[in-house]
Protein backbone atom coordinates (compact mmCIF):
# COMPACT_ATOMS: atom_id res chain seq x y z
CA UNK A 1 0.00 0.00 0.00
CA UNK A 2 2.43 2.64 0.82
CA UNK A 3 4.44 1.86 -2.31
CA UNK A 4 1.41 3.07 -4.25
CA UNK A 5 0.56 5.55 -2.20
CA UNK A 6 4.25 7.28 -3.11
CA UNK A 7 4.36 6.23 -6.70
CA UNK A 8 1.03 7.89 -7.10
CA UNK A 9 2.12 10.87 -4.82
CA UNK A 10 5.56 11.07 -7.20
CA UNK A 11 3.84 10.61 -10.41
CA UNK A 12 1.24 13.76 -9.05
CA UNK A 13 4.06 15.59 -8.03
CA UNK A 14 6.41 14.96 -11.52
CA UNK A 15 3.34 15.67 -13.43
CA UNK A 16 2.96 19.26 -11.25
CA UNK A 17 6.23 20.36 -11.69
CA UNK A 18 6.87 18.41 -15.03
CA UNK A 19 3.42 19.47 -16.57
CA UNK A 20 3.75 23.20 -15.43
CA UNK A 21 4.40 25.49 -18.24
CA UNK A 22 6.68 28.29 -16.34
CA UNK A 23 9.30 25.19 -15.05
CA UNK A 24 9.06 23.46 -18.26
CA UNK A 25 9.48 26.69 -20.69
CA UNK A 26 12.67 27.09 -17.83
CA UNK A 27 14.37 24.17 -18.29
CA UNK A 28 13.48 23.93 -21.78
CA UNK A 29 15.18 27.51 -21.92
CA UNK A 30 18.34 26.71 -19.90
CA UNK A 31 19.44 23.35 -21.36
CA UNK A 32 20.14 24.31 -24.92
CA UNK A 33 22.82 27.38 -23.24
CA UNK A 34 24.71 24.04 -21.66
CA UNK A 35 27.29 23.81 -24.44
CA UNK A 36 28.04 27.81 -23.55
CA UNK A 37 28.46 27.25 -20.11
CA UNK A 38 30.54 24.14 -20.70
CA UNK A 39 32.75 26.75 -22.73
CA UNK A 40 32.86 29.60 -20.25
CA UNK A 41 34.16 26.91 -17.23
CA UNK A 42 36.99 25.67 -19.78
CA UNK A 43 38.13 29.33 -20.03
CA UNK A 44 37.86 30.64 -16.63
CA UNK A 45 39.51 27.20 -15.94
CA UNK A 46 43.04 27.89 -18.24
CA UNK A 47 42.32 31.59 -17.13
CA UNK A 48 42.66 30.79 -13.19
CA UNK A 49 44.90 27.60 -12.90
CA UNK A 50 47.18 28.65 -10.27
CA UNK A 51 50.39 27.18 -11.37
CA UNK A 52 53.04 29.55 -11.50
CA UNK A 53 54.06 29.20 -15.00
CA UNK A 54 51.53 28.52 -16.85
CA UNK A 55 50.02 32.42 -15.32
CA UNK A 56 53.44 33.75 -16.20
CA UNK A 57 52.98 32.44 -19.83
CA UNK A 58 49.35 33.23 -20.25
CA UNK A 59 50.37 36.95 -18.66
CA UNK A 60 53.96 37.08 -21.52
CA UNK A 61 51.54 35.79 -24.48
CA UNK A 62 48.31 38.11 -23.76
CA UNK A 63 46.31 35.20 -23.53
CA UNK A 64 44.82 36.09 -20.42
CA UNK A 65 43.04 38.22 -22.12
CA UNK A 66 41.38 36.38 -24.85
CA UNK A 67 40.44 34.21 -22.59
CA UNK A 68 39.04 36.37 -19.93
CA UNK A 69 37.35 37.89 -22.88
CA UNK A 70 35.52 34.31 -23.41
CA UNK A 71 34.73 34.29 -19.92
CA UNK A 72 32.87 37.43 -20.81
CA UNK A 73 31.31 36.10 -23.41
CA UNK A 74 30.03 33.64 -21.91
CA UNK A 75 29.55 32.91 -18.23
CA UNK A 76 29.06 36.91 -17.89
CA UNK A 77 26.77 36.76 -20.21
CA UNK A 78 24.62 33.74 -19.29
CA UNK A 79 21.57 36.04 -18.08
CA UNK A 80 20.96 37.07 -21.48
CA UNK A 81 20.91 33.98 -23.21
CA UNK A 82 18.58 31.84 -20.84
CA UNK A 83 16.40 34.95 -21.04
CA UNK A 84 16.50 34.71 -24.89
CA UNK A 85 15.97 30.70 -24.28
CA UNK A 86 13.30 30.77 -21.96
CA UNK A 87 11.48 33.15 -23.98
CA UNK A 88 11.69 31.17 -27.26
CA UNK A 89 10.71 27.68 -25.35
CA UNK A 90 7.73 29.57 -23.27
CA UNK A 91 6.37 31.18 -26.90
CA UNK A 92 6.56 27.43 -28.15
CA UNK A 93 4.92 25.84 -25.55
CA UNK A 94 2.02 28.76 -26.23
CA UNK A 95 2.47 27.86 -29.79
CA UNK A 96 3.02 31.70 -30.31
CA UNK A 97 4.68 32.37 -33.75
CA UNK A 98 7.24 35.05 -33.62
CA UNK A 99 11.01 34.92 -34.39
CA UNK A 100 11.27 38.31 -32.96
CA UNK A 101 10.29 37.47 -29.63
CA UNK A 102 13.14 35.86 -27.68
CA UNK A 103 15.24 38.64 -29.35
CA UNK A 104 12.60 41.26 -27.92
CA UNK A 105 12.83 40.09 -24.55
CA UNK A 106 16.72 40.73 -24.46
CA UNK A 107 16.14 44.06 -25.71
CA UNK A 108 13.70 44.55 -23.06
CA UNK A 109 16.08 43.08 -20.52
CA UNK A 110 18.83 45.26 -21.34
CA UNK A 111 16.34 48.30 -20.88
CA UNK A 112 15.60 47.12 -17.39
CA UNK A 113 19.16 47.10 -16.22
CA UNK A 114 21.18 49.07 -14.18
CA UNK A 115 23.84 51.75 -15.72
CA UNK A 116 27.52 50.98 -15.06
CA UNK A 117 27.87 54.88 -14.78
CA UNK A 118 24.61 57.02 -13.23
CA UNK A 119 26.51 60.40 -13.40
CA UNK A 120 27.27 59.73 -17.12
CA UNK A 121 24.58 61.73 -19.29
CA UNK A 122 24.22 58.89 -22.06
CA UNK A 123 23.13 55.36 -21.49
CA UNK A 124 25.86 52.81 -20.67
CA UNK A 125 25.53 48.77 -19.59
CA UNK A 126 26.74 47.51 -16.25
CA UNK A 127 28.17 43.83 -16.95
CA UNK A 128 27.41 43.31 -13.17
CA UNK A 129 23.41 41.65 -13.91
CA UNK A 130 24.37 40.13 -17.45
CA UNK A 131 25.14 36.87 -15.84
CA UNK A 132 23.74 34.82 -13.73
CA UNK A 133 22.97 37.47 -10.82
CA UNK A 134 20.42 38.34 -13.18
CA UNK A 135 18.76 35.43 -14.11
CA UNK A 136 15.57 35.72 -12.02
CA UNK A 137 15.29 38.87 -14.09
CA UNK A 138 15.72 37.46 -16.59
CA UNK A 139 12.81 34.53 -15.81
CA UNK A 140 9.99 37.44 -15.31
CA UNK A 141 11.02 39.54 -18.49
CA UNK A 142 10.99 36.32 -20.16
CA UNK A 143 7.71 35.36 -19.47
CA UNK A 144 5.74 38.59 -19.69
CA UNK A 145 7.21 39.62 -22.95
CA UNK A 146 6.26 36.26 -24.73
CA UNK A 147 2.60 37.04 -22.64
CA UNK A 148 2.73 40.81 -23.41
CA UNK A 149 2.99 39.94 -27.00
CA UNK A 150 0.42 37.19 -27.57
CA UNK A 151 -2.01 38.79 -25.54
CA UNK A 152 -1.73 42.05 -27.68
CA UNK A 153 -1.58 39.14 -30.87
CA UNK A 154 -4.42 37.44 -29.36
CA UNK A 155 -6.51 40.32 -29.22
CA UNK A 156 -5.70 41.46 -33.53
CA UNK A 157 -4.16 44.58 -32.49
CA UNK A 158 -1.81 44.22 -34.87
CA UNK A 159 -1.00 46.20 -38.81
CA UNK A 160 -2.33 44.68 -41.26
CA UNK A 161 -0.86 44.97 -44.55
CA UNK A 162 -2.50 45.64 -48.22
CA UNK A 163 -2.87 42.03 -49.63
CA UNK A 164 -0.32 41.21 -51.93
CA UNK A 165 2.12 42.51 -49.29
CA UNK A 166 5.06 39.45 -49.14
CA UNK A 167 5.23 37.92 -46.08
CA UNK A 168 8.28 38.70 -44.46
CA UNK A 169 7.78 42.42 -44.93
CA UNK A 170 3.79 42.05 -43.34
CA UNK A 171 5.30 39.51 -40.45
CA UNK A 172 7.91 42.28 -39.56
CA UNK A 173 4.74 44.86 -39.09
CA UNK A 174 2.65 42.20 -37.50
CA UNK A 175 5.62 42.01 -34.93
CA UNK A 176 5.64 46.04 -34.52
CA UNK A 177 3.29 46.70 -32.12
CA UNK A 178 3.55 43.93 -29.74
CA UNK A 179 7.06 44.83 -29.53
CA UNK A 180 6.70 48.29 -28.85
CA UNK A 181 4.22 47.88 -26.11
CA UNK A 182 6.81 45.73 -24.48
CA UNK A 183 9.44 48.12 -24.69
CA UNK A 184 6.85 50.90 -23.17
CA UNK A 185 6.03 48.39 -20.25
CA UNK A 186 10.07 48.02 -19.51
CA UNK A 187 10.73 51.24 -19.44
CA UNK A 188 7.61 52.12 -16.71
CA UNK A 189 8.95 48.74 -15.44
CA UNK A 190 12.31 50.61 -14.90
CA UNK A 191 10.64 53.98 -14.41
CA UNK A 192 9.32 52.91 -11.30
CA UNK A 193 12.20 50.50 -9.88
CA UNK A 194 14.27 54.08 -10.41
CA UNK A 195 11.65 55.07 -7.62
CA UNK A 196 12.60 51.75 -4.71
CA UNK A 197 15.59 52.22 -2.50
CA UNK A 198 17.08 49.71 -4.34
CA UNK A 199 16.82 51.88 -7.76
CA UNK A 200 16.15 49.48 -10.65
CA UNK A 201 14.44 45.67 -10.77
CA UNK A 202 18.01 43.30 -10.65
CA UNK A 203 19.27 45.05 -7.12
CA UNK A 204 15.55 44.73 -6.22
CA UNK A 205 15.11 40.38 -7.24
CA UNK A 206 18.85 39.78 -6.56
CA UNK A 207 18.13 40.38 -3.01
CA UNK A 208 14.95 40.13 -2.49
CA UNK A 209 14.67 36.35 -4.37
CA UNK A 210 18.21 35.11 -5.63
CA UNK A 211 19.86 35.41 -2.53
CA UNK A 212 17.30 33.54 -0.13
CA UNK A 213 16.41 31.02 -2.78
CA UNK A 214 20.29 30.37 -3.34
CA UNK A 215 20.63 30.61 0.33
CA UNK A 216 17.97 27.46 1.07
CA UNK A 217 18.34 25.38 -2.03
CA UNK A 218 21.80 25.64 -3.00
CA UNK A 219 24.76 26.84 -1.05
CA UNK A 220 23.02 24.30 1.73
CA UNK A 221 24.07 20.99 2.60
CA UNK A 222 21.35 19.74 4.24
CA UNK A 223 19.29 20.73 1.87
CA UNK A 224 21.01 19.19 -0.84
CA UNK A 225 20.94 16.09 0.92
CA UNK A 226 16.93 16.15 1.77
CA UNK A 227 16.53 16.99 -2.45
CA UNK A 228 18.79 14.32 -3.25
CA UNK A 229 17.41 11.60 -0.75
CA UNK A 230 13.84 12.15 -2.43
CA UNK A 231 15.92 11.85 -6.05
CA UNK A 232 16.88 8.50 -5.37
CA UNK A 233 13.72 7.16 -3.90
CA UNK A 234 12.36 8.42 -6.65
CA UNK A 235 14.34 6.25 -8.60
CA UNK A 236 13.61 3.30 -6.36
CA UNK A 237 9.99 3.73 -6.97
CA UNK A 238 10.93 3.40 -10.35
CA UNK A 239 10.09 6.96 -11.43
CA UNK A 240 12.49 9.45 -13.11
CA UNK A 241 13.66 12.27 -10.99
CA UNK A 242 14.66 14.78 -13.87
CA UNK A 243 11.54 17.15 -12.96
CA UNK A 244 13.67 18.03 -9.50
CA UNK A 245 16.28 18.95 -11.22
CA UNK A 246 14.41 21.56 -13.60
CA UNK A 247 13.88 22.82 -10.48
CA UNK A 248 17.71 23.11 -8.59
CA UNK A 249 19.07 23.55 -12.08
CA UNK A 250 18.67 27.03 -12.11
CA UNK A 251 20.19 27.86 -8.76
CA UNK A 252 22.80 25.49 -8.73
CA UNK A 253 24.16 26.87 -12.40
CA UNK A 254 24.08 30.69 -10.76
CA UNK A 255 26.21 29.22 -8.26
CA UNK A 256 28.89 27.62 -10.85
CA UNK A 257 28.62 30.69 -12.82
CA UNK A 258 29.42 32.72 -9.03
CA UNK A 259 31.90 30.21 -8.59
CA UNK A 260 33.74 30.41 -12.18
CA UNK A 261 34.20 34.20 -12.43
CA UNK A 262 35.71 34.18 -9.47
CA UNK A 263 38.52 31.00 -10.44
CA UNK A 264 39.12 32.99 -13.32
CA UNK A 265 39.86 36.13 -11.52
CA UNK A 266 42.30 34.46 -9.42
CA UNK A 267 39.97 35.06 -6.44
CA UNK A 268 38.64 32.68 -3.65
CA UNK A 269 36.06 30.92 -4.89
CA UNK A 270 32.74 31.63 -2.78
CA UNK A 271 30.38 28.49 -2.55
CA UNK A 272 31.37 24.76 -1.80
CA UNK A 273 27.51 23.78 -3.53
CA UNK A 274 26.94 23.85 -7.34
CA UNK A 275 26.45 22.12 -10.34
CA UNK A 276 29.68 20.69 -10.60
CA UNK A 277 29.88 19.43 -6.72
CA UNK A 278 26.35 17.95 -6.93
CA UNK A 279 27.30 15.91 -10.20
CA UNK A 280 31.06 15.00 -9.12
CA UNK A 281 29.35 13.95 -5.53
CA UNK A 282 26.31 12.23 -6.79
CA UNK A 283 26.45 10.67 -10.28
CA UNK A 284 30.03 10.87 -11.54
CA UNK A 285 31.28 8.80 -8.51
CA UNK A 286 28.21 6.86 -7.12
CA UNK A 287 26.85 5.59 -10.60
CA UNK A 288 30.40 3.86 -11.45
CA UNK A 289 31.13 2.82 -7.85
CA UNK A 290 27.77 0.87 -8.12
CA UNK A 291 28.59 -0.62 -11.79
CA UNK A 292 32.09 -1.72 -10.25
CA UNK A 293 30.87 -3.50 -7.19
CA UNK A 294 28.42 -5.65 -9.05
CA UNK A 295 30.76 -6.16 -11.45
CA UNK A 296 33.63 -7.29 -8.96
CA UNK A 297 31.74 -9.37 -6.59
CA UNK A 298 28.63 -10.91 -7.74
CA UNK A 299 28.66 -14.88 -9.44
CA UNK A 300 25.30 -14.68 -10.79
CA UNK A 301 24.51 -14.80 -14.44
CA UNK A 302 22.18 -12.07 -13.57
CA UNK A 303 24.24 -9.54 -12.06
CA UNK A 304 27.53 -10.54 -14.10
CA UNK A 305 25.20 -9.57 -17.18
CA UNK A 306 24.52 -6.13 -15.27
CA UNK A 307 27.88 -5.46 -14.13
CA UNK A 308 29.29 -6.05 -17.64
CA UNK A 309 26.90 -3.80 -19.42
CA UNK A 310 26.72 -1.26 -16.93
CA UNK A 311 30.51 -0.30 -16.21
CA UNK A 312 31.10 1.60 -19.23
CA UNK A 313 27.87 3.98 -19.37
CA UNK A 314 27.85 4.34 -15.41
CA UNK A 315 31.32 6.22 -15.78
CA UNK A 316 29.35 8.20 -18.39
CA UNK A 317 26.96 9.15 -15.92
CA UNK A 318 23.92 6.43 -17.17
CA UNK A 319 22.72 4.50 -14.54
CA UNK A 320 19.53 2.84 -16.43
CA UNK A 321 21.39 -0.91 -16.66
CA UNK A 322 22.01 -1.09 -13.10
CA UNK A 323 18.75 0.69 -11.94
CA UNK A 324 16.44 -2.09 -13.89
CA UNK A 325 18.87 -5.01 -13.99
CA UNK A 326 20.25 -5.36 -10.48
CA UNK A 327 17.47 -3.80 -10.16
CA UNK A 328 17.39 -0.95 -7.65
CA UNK A 329 13.46 -0.44 -8.49
CA UNK A 330 11.60 -1.76 -5.67
CA UNK A 331 14.20 -3.83 -4.36
CA UNK A 332 15.26 -3.32 -0.42
CA UNK A 333 18.64 -5.18 -0.37
CA UNK A 334 20.01 -2.48 -2.83
CA UNK A 335 17.73 0.62 -2.16
CA UNK A 336 20.12 0.97 1.16
CA UNK A 337 23.36 1.52 -0.53
CA UNK A 338 21.94 3.39 -3.68
CA UNK A 339 20.54 6.08 -0.85
CA UNK A 340 23.12 6.13 1.44
CA UNK A 341 25.96 6.71 -1.07
CA UNK A 342 25.49 10.34 -2.64
CA UNK A 343 24.36 11.79 0.71
CA UNK A 344 27.14 10.22 2.09
CA UNK A 345 29.58 12.13 -0.46
CA UNK A 346 28.18 14.89 -0.11
CA UNK A 347 28.53 15.26 3.78
CA UNK A 348 31.69 14.06 3.34
CA UNK A 349 32.90 16.43 0.36
CA UNK A 350 31.24 19.32 1.70
CA UNK A 351 33.81 18.87 5.40
CA UNK A 352 36.74 18.40 2.77
CA UNK A 353 35.72 21.44 0.80
CA UNK A 354 35.11 23.72 3.14
CA UNK A 355 37.29 23.16 5.56
CA UNK A 356 40.30 23.18 3.30
CA UNK A 357 41.63 19.90 2.75
CA UNK A 358 40.77 20.09 -1.15
CA UNK A 359 40.30 22.33 -3.22
CA UNK A 360 36.87 23.83 -3.83
CA UNK A 361 34.91 22.67 -7.29
CA UNK A 362 35.52 25.90 -9.66
CA UNK A 363 32.07 25.62 -11.30
CA UNK A 364 33.06 23.84 -14.50
CA UNK A 365 29.93 21.99 -15.40
CA UNK A 366 31.55 18.52 -16.76
CA UNK A 367 28.26 16.43 -17.58
CA UNK A 368 28.68 12.97 -18.60
CA UNK A 369 32.62 13.89 -17.79
CA UNK A 370 33.66 10.59 -16.36
CA UNK A 371 34.52 11.08 -12.48
CA UNK A 372 38.32 12.07 -11.87
CA UNK A 373 38.08 13.81 -14.80
CA UNK A 374 35.60 15.86 -13.46
CA UNK A 375 37.53 17.20 -10.41
CA UNK A 376 40.51 18.02 -12.59
CA UNK A 377 38.99 19.98 -15.06
CA UNK A 378 37.45 21.88 -11.55
CA UNK A 379 40.84 23.04 -11.03
CA UNK A 380 42.59 20.69 -8.75
CA UNK A 381 44.31 17.53 -8.45
CA UNK A 382 43.29 17.10 -4.68
CA UNK A 383 39.49 16.39 -6.42
CA UNK A 384 40.79 13.96 -8.82
CA UNK A 385 42.29 12.28 -5.45
CA UNK A 386 38.90 12.69 -3.27
CA UNK A 387 36.64 11.32 -5.85
CA UNK A 388 38.75 8.40 -6.00
CA UNK A 389 38.56 8.02 -2.18
CA UNK A 390 34.81 8.43 -1.90
CA UNK A 391 34.39 6.11 -5.16
CA UNK A 392 36.43 3.19 -2.98
CA UNK A 393 34.41 4.52 -0.22
CA UNK A 394 31.26 3.80 -1.89
CA UNK A 395 32.31 0.27 -3.79
CA UNK A 396 33.05 -0.70 -0.16
CA UNK A 397 29.45 0.60 0.84
CA UNK A 398 27.69 -1.37 -2.37
CA UNK A 399 29.73 -4.46 -1.30
CA UNK A 400 28.00 -6.60 1.29
CA UNK A 401 24.34 -5.62 -0.37
CA UNK A 402 25.33 -6.42 -3.58
CA UNK A 403 26.68 -10.14 -2.27
CA UNK A 404 23.67 -10.91 -0.27
CA UNK A 405 21.73 -9.73 -3.81
CA UNK A 406 24.20 -12.02 -5.46
CA UNK A 407 23.55 -15.00 -3.48
CA UNK A 408 19.65 -14.56 -3.80
CA UNK A 409 20.05 -14.93 -6.94
CA UNK A 410 22.59 -17.75 -7.55
CA UNK A 411 19.94 -19.93 -5.42
CA UNK A 412 17.46 -18.77 -8.18
CA UNK A 413 19.57 -19.87 -10.85
CA UNK A 414 20.59 -22.81 -8.91
CA UNK A 415 16.68 -24.12 -8.43
CA UNK A 416 16.28 -22.91 -11.88
CA UNK A 417 18.75 -25.44 -13.39
CA UNK A 418 17.49 -28.12 -11.44
CA UNK A 419 13.87 -27.34 -11.90
CA UNK A 420 14.73 -27.98 -15.41
CA UNK A 421 17.03 -31.09 -15.32
CA UNK A 422 14.27 -32.40 -13.10
CA UNK A 423 12.10 -31.89 -16.37
CA UNK A 424 14.32 -33.06 -18.31
CA UNK A 425 14.51 -36.81 -16.48
CA UNK B 1 9.03 -0.10 -43.37
CA UNK B 2 8.41 0.45 -39.94
CA UNK B 3 8.76 3.25 -37.52
CA UNK B 4 9.43 2.08 -34.08
CA UNK B 5 9.90 5.40 -31.74
CA UNK B 6 11.39 4.94 -28.07
CA UNK B 7 10.92 7.55 -25.76
CA UNK B 8 12.67 8.30 -22.29
CA UNK B 9 13.40 11.36 -20.22
CA UNK B 10 16.20 12.77 -22.46
CA UNK B 11 16.50 10.07 -25.19
CA UNK B 12 20.07 9.39 -23.65
CA UNK B 13 19.76 6.16 -22.05
CA UNK B 14 16.66 4.69 -24.30
CA UNK B 15 19.47 5.37 -27.38
CA UNK B 16 21.69 2.57 -25.82
CA UNK B 17 18.58 0.25 -25.79
CA UNK B 18 17.72 1.64 -29.98
CA UNK B 19 21.65 0.30 -30.44
CA UNK B 20 20.66 -3.00 -29.01
CA UNK B 21 17.62 -3.69 -30.75
CA UNK B 22 18.93 -2.69 -34.67
CA UNK B 23 21.68 -4.80 -33.66
CA UNK B 24 19.06 -7.56 -33.10
CA UNK B 25 16.94 -6.23 -36.19
CA UNK B 26 20.07 -6.55 -38.34
CA UNK B 27 20.47 -10.28 -36.89
CA UNK B 28 17.15 -11.41 -38.06
CA UNK B 29 17.00 -9.81 -41.19
CA UNK B 30 14.02 -7.39 -40.30
CA UNK B 31 13.65 -4.52 -42.01
CA UNK B 32 12.42 -1.55 -39.71
CA UNK B 33 13.80 2.49 -38.46
CA UNK B 34 14.51 2.80 -34.91
CA UNK B 35 15.20 6.05 -33.43
CA UNK B 36 15.17 7.38 -29.60
CA UNK B 37 13.93 10.76 -28.52
CA UNK B 38 13.15 12.92 -25.44
CA UNK B 39 9.42 12.47 -24.07
CA UNK B 40 8.75 15.98 -24.69
CA UNK B 41 9.18 15.74 -28.43
CA UNK B 42 6.64 13.44 -28.82
CA UNK B 43 4.24 15.08 -30.71
CA UNK B 44 6.67 16.25 -33.08
CA UNK B 45 8.65 13.06 -33.97
CA UNK B 46 6.03 10.07 -32.93
CA UNK B 47 2.90 10.56 -34.36
CA UNK B 48 3.23 8.72 -37.89
CA UNK B 49 5.13 5.94 -36.03
CA UNK B 50 4.15 2.74 -35.75
CA UNK B 51 4.75 1.57 -32.45
CA UNK B 52 6.27 3.59 -29.65
CA UNK B 53 7.63 2.30 -26.68
CA UNK B 54 8.40 4.29 -23.09
CA UNK B 55 11.57 3.63 -20.62
CA UNK B 56 10.17 1.74 -17.46
CA UNK B 57 11.46 5.30 -15.74
CA UNK B 58 8.93 7.04 -17.35
CA UNK B 59 6.14 4.46 -17.57
CA UNK B 60 3.98 7.08 -15.66
CA UNK B 61 4.08 9.27 -18.65
CA UNK B 62 2.49 6.67 -20.85
CA UNK B 63 -1.05 8.42 -20.65
CA UNK B 64 0.07 11.65 -21.78
CA UNK B 65 2.22 9.68 -24.67
CA UNK B 66 -0.95 8.19 -25.83
CA UNK B 67 -2.62 11.47 -25.86
CA UNK B 68 0.13 13.06 -27.50
CA UNK B 69 -0.17 10.16 -30.72
CA UNK B 70 -3.30 9.13 -30.72
CA UNK B 71 -4.07 5.70 -32.93
CA UNK B 72 -0.12 4.58 -32.25
CA UNK B 73 0.38 1.61 -29.80
CA UNK B 74 2.47 2.38 -27.04
CA UNK B 75 3.90 0.27 -23.93
CA UNK B 76 6.23 0.50 -21.07
CA UNK B 77 9.36 -1.69 -21.75
CA UNK B 78 9.66 -4.60 -19.66
CA UNK B 79 11.74 -3.40 -16.65
CA UNK B 80 14.28 -6.59 -16.48
CA UNK B 81 15.02 -6.52 -20.62
CA UNK B 82 15.57 -2.74 -20.44
CA UNK B 83 18.05 -3.15 -17.44
CA UNK B 84 20.04 -6.50 -18.81
CA UNK B 85 19.93 -4.06 -22.41
CA UNK B 86 18.08 -6.89 -24.31
CA UNK B 87 17.81 -5.94 -27.83
CA UNK B 88 16.12 -9.07 -29.21
CA UNK B 89 13.19 -9.13 -26.43
CA UNK B 90 12.39 -5.46 -27.02
CA UNK B 91 12.12 -5.88 -30.36
CA UNK B 92 10.12 -9.11 -30.70
CA UNK B 93 7.59 -7.19 -27.99
CA UNK B 94 7.27 -4.50 -30.32
CA UNK B 95 6.85 -6.18 -33.28
CA UNK B 96 3.68 -8.23 -31.45
CA UNK B 97 2.54 -4.28 -30.48
CA UNK B 98 2.17 -3.95 -34.64
CA UNK B 99 0.49 -7.20 -34.97
CA UNK B 100 3.48 -9.47 -36.55
CA UNK B 101 3.83 -12.91 -36.24
CA UNK B 102 7.04 -13.26 -34.38
Partial sequence: MAKRNFVEMATKLSDVVGGNIYLRSISKGVMPNLPIIIIGSFASLFAGLPIPFWQSFIQSAGLVTILNMVVAATTNMLGVYFTYGIAKAYAKNLELQADLVPILAIVAYLTLSPLADPEASSANFAYTYLGTKGMIVGIFVAIFTVKIFKAIVDAKIVIKMPEGTPDYVSNSFVSLIPGFVVIIVAMVVRALFGLTPWGNIFDCLYNLLQIPLTAIMGNNVIAMCIFQLITQLLWVFGVHPGFLASLTGPIMFGLDGMNQAAYAAGEPIPSVIGMAFSYAMTVAVVYPAFAVAVALFSKSSQLKTVGKISVAPAFLGISEPLIFGVPVVLNPFVAVPWIITPMLNFVLGYLACSSGLVAKYAGVTVFNFPMVATGLLNGSVSLAIMEVVLFVLDVLVYMPFIRMQDKKYLADEASAVEAEAGQES | ?102
Avoid: F, W
Avoid at chain 2, 10 to 17: A, F
Avoid at chain 2, 21 to 47: E, F, H, N, W
Avoid at chain 2, 55 to 65: E, R
Avoid at chain 2, 71 to 98: C, F, Q, S, T, W
Fill in chain 2, 1 to 102: MKKIVLLCSNGMSTSMMVAKMKDAAAKSGYDCSIAAYALSDAKQVATDADCILVGPQVKHKLGQVQQDCPGVPAAAIEMKDYGMMNGAAVLKAARKMMGEEV
